[in-house]
């Protein structure tokens, strides 16, 4: 990593903090394991969608608590489909939560990720990657989303997109990859709270301004910052700058 691209990071962070007003807050504080069911949910599914889904699952299965994973584990994997229908490929999701719980359960003798709380980092989000269909954006989520508030850094498609146009990562890396890279670009001494902020301005800039068909470059505060912004603008931006 250059230091430029550190100090363009910053930056970016700065101008997108003043926007939408950092810290942000957490949206939830969910036990790491609810937060994993809930993350295996939304993977390219609206948040409106994937919330109703991780609610009917815990309604359907409730064991007097609100939400009994054991329970969903054991369940009819014909009945859990049917509870997640609202999810983008219920019928792959199902039984691949069915399968993690099954494995957690093997591995750890009980059904609860409590214990990631131990580890570092490094260890705990190495120990979830191992699970099937579990990468670097699940871990990223159950580390920083949940009650576990530990310091990581998911990036989602809204974040990857802002990244590869205002050139903090080339466009042939793909959101997989791009954790490690964009992780590495924030100094090492930030906070839980300051990388979940960086997490969300990103997010919430690539949903409002950079979106995916139209970016409103005309009113991007980081127009100066961002090479495809500028190419697109063309002459405009230097005439602004003038
Ligand atoms: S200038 Fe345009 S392309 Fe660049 S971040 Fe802003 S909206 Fe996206």
């Not at 310091?151 to 990244?163: E, F, G, K």
Request: charged share 25%; net charge neutral.
């Amino acid at each position: 990593m250059t230091e430029s691209l550190q100090d363009k990071l910053l930056e970016i962070h700065r101008r997108l903090c003043l926007i939408f007003g950092c810290p942000v807050a957490y949206f939830r504080a969910l036990d790491p394991l609810s937060e994993l069911v809930s993350s295996l949910l939304s993977h390219r599914t609206r948040n409106a969608a994937s919330g109703a889904a991780f609610r009917a699952l815990r309604a359907r299965w409730d064991g007097g608590r609100g939400g009994d994973w054991a329970a969903v584990r054991d369940a009819d994997p014909a009945e859990v489909e049917a509870t997640i229908a609202g999810v983008t490929w219920p019928e792959q999701k199902a039984p691949r939560i069915q399968a993690i719980l099954r494995r957690i359960t093997e591995l750890r003798g009980e059904l609860s990720l409590d214990f990631l709380a131990e580890l570092s980092v490094e260890e705990a989000r190495a120990w979830l990657e191992q699970l099937p269909g579990v990468g670097p954006k699940t871990s990223a989520a159950v580390m920083s989303f949940s009650s576990l508030r530990r310091p990581a850094l998911p990036v989602d498609s809204h974040h990857h997109r802002v990244a590869v146009r205002t050139g903090l990562i080339p466009p042939s890396v793909a959101v997989g990859p791009s954790h490690r890279i964009l992780e590495a670009q924030l100094p090492p001494d930030w906070t839980a709270q300051q990388i979940y902020d960086n997490h969300e301005v990103m997010m919430l800039h690539g949903q409002r301004v950079c979106s995916y068909r139209d970016p409103a470059c005309h009113r991007c505060v980081l127009l100066e910052l961002c090479p495809t912004g500028q190419a697109r603008m063309g002459g405009e931006v230097q005439a602004r700058g003038a």
